[in-house]
């Protein structure tokens, strides 16, 4: 894993400990070995009074090495001999080295301290930070709990409550608060730290300053009568904000053991909940999300290309609507001049008034100074024609899903916009194709698709299509990093991937109410589950208008698997549109709080009786269990289709494009890696057999059948899947599998698809790889 400390005395009888594992000091094994030699040595040579430890280049650690979880988690131990011993780090080296080292020791910390890289600074007996360091315990967000002593150590230092917070919440402390809080003993200029920290590891040798160990610090802990109140409240509260997490509630165990049975008895009910933890499903679905989230930006074909973004300073915006505002607010919060344009005045002072309520909202929340407020809107400005378009970089077209209409725009488009300009469209599910087939420009339309409130969820859809520029892609995920999104490079086709993923996701669940389900029991199981909302009640908060022109394109282009009810045609005859009527399948009072609605169910009888569809009793007693399955297999299905056919080029883009567009839950990785937790098997099993009973939306694809057949998962990490076109570039199909190798670092599981049969293709592919695990033809 790398890394290491280096040990250097001074004339002053310092030994500076530095913590080197390039980028930001991660603590691999290699570098918590060396840490325990460097103070072994240290604490032997008679040249050394005192210690500091410290982080190369201006950042102490940003914490214990992802990267060693994987192997772990699949049963390989981290180290063999001494070191891998019960509770080794926490207890052997950072409690018996570093904190019972009868040299005082002090922290210099700049930069990040974050995990373990804390959990190290807490063991020394004094730490010396700057204003601008963050420190934090994070490891929650990982679906496991601070391993190195941090549950024992940080309510010693900050007290039971702050403490809880800072674990539970996973946010970090700046210098200045951690330093009011008393976790830190004192701020100082970044130039002058290593300095101040080595005065004051002498002072503390002198008795000038105190030396603490806070292993054993108990002014700021609670008498346990309170303390247990504490304690309670936190998890009473854990269990309310995540009701399906086991973490936060092992967290707050782990705190009660060492608060009762002394921190000692903390520390060992630590290492064994982290063992635990870590081999849990939640754990290796969030570091899954964790990885899958970085990796979004690492295209093959076109990341590795060497392009570099070009400069993209100004952005014009077609259509104020809802979304059009959203994406304006998020470009000229990040510094991007922009030009909304509207049809007319009314409408275009309705738009710039929405971009203007947005900031105003985050100036109320504390978000937004007014001072940047007025900056931030000097940077818009309206228009009604496209004279003021000569100069843009980009525009993005927002405006209704109306072929022709987005037809005409990017014909005009054309005509007035520079050579260079990117023409991006916000389109949720129509095939860029169609929205480009007027224009020669086929090299620079892509899909920019934004998710409502634009400005505020986190995920960007860039869809290309097989003329899509790769200078174009770069330079749109260079916009969506500016702008704080995570964006996610997906193929052209109906829906891209969010969207197409997830049009069964409705679907089924109308399928289950028309044959005799409980629509609110429906939501129920799913908002369980983890979903921020049931499929009715997001019908309710998008609107039956775009329910239904979305879900009439994939009834328009994937008519053999789609499920045709009347149910919400019928509601929009007696005026029901959702949220905004306050009527849909909900009602609404003033605040927008939902409550079931009695009359719903005359729609759902007359549904059934246009379709002819009679009830089936099983339905009406699903355990939570079979609603979910039912909902959410048909969506595993469509996901695999969508990887199947090369719309993404990783599973776990999809599954970031899941966990960010539609809010499924992080902490079960995603659709495709929770079908993979599920099992291919049982999901073809439980498809075929509801096919069979109703029909062919639940029928398994292709993939998936094959996937069950060979017992295999839907997705491995390292996984590649290649097509190989008839008829294709061959040199260009070989850069873009030898790219794809070189992204991935194990390369254990090589699928090759030959689309079509001939010989050629067959041996073009076999002289790509001389190993072939599993070999696919249709």
Partial sequence: MGGKTTISVGSDGVAIITIINPPVNSLSVDVLLSLKESFDEALQRDDVKAIVVTGAKGKFSGGFDINAFGGIQGGKAMTTGLASKPGYVSIDILSDTVEAARKPSVAAIDGLALGGGLEVAMACHARIATSSAQLGLPELQLGIIPGFGGTQRLPRLVGLAKALEMMLTSKPLRGEEAHNLGLVDAIVPGDELVDIARKWALDILARRKPWVPSLYKTDKIEPLGEAREILNFARAQARKQAPNLQHPQVCIDVIEEGIVSGPRAGLIKEYESFQVLLKSDTCKSLIHVFFAQRGTTKVPGVTDLGLKPRQIRKVAILGGGLMGSGIATALILNGYQVILKEVNQKFLDAGLGRVKANLTSSVKKGKLTQEKFEK??????????????????????????????????????????????????????????????????????????FFSPAHVMPLLEIVRTSKTSPQTVVDLLDVGKKIRKTPVVVGNC??????????????????????????????????????????????DLVGFGVAVATGSQFVLNFPERTYKSMLIPLMQEDKRAGETTRKGFYVYDDKRKASPDP???????????????????????????????????PVVNEACRVYAEGIAVKAADLDIAGVMGMGFPPYRGGIMFWGDLVGSKYIHERLNEW??????????????????????????????????????????????????????ERRFNIIVIIIGRKRGAIMFTFMLFTTIYQYVLF
């Avoid at 059934?608 to 979910?628: A, F, H, M, N, W």
Wanted: glycine residues 8%; contains cysteine; proline residues 3%.
């Fill in 599 to 633: 009359e719903i169910k005359k729609y759902i009888d007359k549904a059934r009786e246009i379709s002819g569809i009679s009830v089936d009793p099983k339905l009406g007693k699903l355990s939570d269990k079979d609603i979910i399955e039912m909902v959410f297999f």
């Fill in 494 to 539: 109906t829906g891209f991937a969010v969207n197409r993923m997830f049009f069964p996701y409705t679907q089924a669940a109308l399928l289950l109410v028309e044959r005799g389900a409980d629509v609110y029991k429906i939501d129920r199981a799913i908002t369980k589950f983890g979903m921020p909302m049931g499929p009715f009640r997001l019908c």
């Fill in 376 to 449: 931030t809107i000097t940077r818009l400005k309206g228009a009604l024609d496209y004279e003021s378009f000569k100069d843009v970089d980009m525009v993005i077209e927002a405006v209704i899903e109306n072929v022709s209409l987005k037809q005409q725009i990017f014909s005009d488009l054309e005509k007035y916009c520079s050579p260079n300009c990117i023409l991006a469209s916000n389109t949720s599910t129509i095939d860029l194709n169609l929205v480009g087939e007027k224009t020669k420009s086929h090299d620079r339309i892509i899909g920019a698709h």
């Fill in 691 to 744: 096919s069979m009973m109703y029909g062919g939306f639940f029928k398994p694809c292709d993939y998936l059948a094959q996937r069950a057949a060979l017992g295999a998962p839907l997705c491995t990490v390292g996984s590649i899947k290649i097509a190989v076109m008839r008829g294709g570039d061959q040199h260009h199909i070989l850069v873009s599998c030898m790219s794809e190798l070189n992204n991935v």
